[in-house]
């Protein structure tokens, strides 16, 4: 089963913060996760967890589930 998780990782405010954990947390429950990044604001992250990353790198053809971290305009 292949999963995507898409939200603000990659900002360095509180939502970029949450939205890192809950990949890592995400992670340890399933094995096929994809990640990829919102941006609000253009506050960028310079340093990003190797986790998130290997999960930012992964691609698949299609995905069973999307897990997101967004406001509703998004």
């Not at 509180?14 to 941006?39: C, E, H, M």
């Amino acid at each position: 089963m292949n999963n995507l998780f898409i939200g603000p990782y990659r900002q360095n405010d509180g939502w970029g913060f949450a939205a890192s954990d809950y990949i890592k947390a995400i992670k340890t429950q399933v094995d096929n996760l994809a990640a990829r990044p919102l941006f609000y604001v253009n506050n960028k992250a310079n340093q990003i967890d190797e986790a998130v990353l290997d999960c930012e790198n992964k691609v698949f053809n299609s995905y069973d589930r999307v897990f997101q971290l967004c406001l509703p305009h998004s």
